[in-house]
């Protein structure tokens, strides 16, 4: 019997953990709702929820860069480079690149990696971060300037959001822990290095370089 159209759409999906596999099945709301907030500035215009209740990601990156900063951002970057769709598929061209900075003041730096929606704390999207840095920052201050200075510089209160998505990532092991990919590396160093900054991020930054 036909009962007409559905007022629904979508996908649901539901999932049990196998018994024989996890002897202890046993779910942290907290770990739970934090993965999802994090999912929703990862994916800014998706519809979230989590116990009833929308999470906010309408900000993307930047968002995630100021919830970290919790409240006491000095100063804020955040840019998107999309990828070349006829790009060669190891080139940096072919990367997409969305990173957000920000600074709270003092305190050691918060360093926050993804490739496409997968955690992945270490990498070259990481390194290029902080090449990029180095060459945005040298650029500013119209000579060059060392890593190691810049690093000592701008690390204190640093939060950086970094997001790239290629077409095949290499990972350095199965976890995906470190992102392994020169061209990920080369594409947020480019990134940053040619950002398009406002005049009080150039200012805060020259603050803290000179």
Do not use: N, Y
């Not at 709702?33 to 929820?49: D, M, N, Y």
């Not at 080139?91 to 600074?103: F, G, N, Y």
């Not at 300037?145 to 204190?156: G, I, Y």
């Amino acid at each position: 019997m036909s009962l007409g159209p559905s007022p629904k759409a979508g996908t649901t999906i539901r999932f049990r953990p196998d018994p024989t596999i996890f002897p202890l099945i046993a779910f942290e709301p907290a770990v739970i709702a934090e993965r999802l907030q994090t999912l929703a500035w990862l994916t800014p215009r998706l519809a979230i929820s989590w116990q009833g209740d929308r999470l906010i990601g309408t900000r993307g990156l930047a968002g995630l860069a100021e919830h970290l900063c919790v409240g006491l951002c000095e100063a804020q970057l955040a840019l998107r480079c999309v990828a070349e769709p006829a790009a060669e598929i190891h080139s940096p061209d072919a990367v997409a690149v969305d990173v957000a900075l920000a600074w709270r003041g003092d305190g050691e730096p918060i360093v926050r990696g993804f490739v496409d929606m997968t955690v992945t704390p270490k990498g070259t999207h990481v390194d290029g971060m902080w090449a990029g840095l180095t060459a945005l920052a040298s650029r500013i201050a119209e000579a060059p300037l060392a890593a190691d200075r810049v690093h000592a510089r701008l690390a204190p209160g640093l939060v950086a959001i970094v997001r790239v998505t290629l077409p095949e990532p290499h990972f350095a092991g199965s976890t995906k822990a470190k992102l392994d990919s020169a061209s990920a590396g080369e594409a947020v160093e480019r990134a940053l290095a040619s950002a398009d900054i406002s005049l009080p991020v150039r200012r805060f930054l020259l603050s803290r370089l000179m």
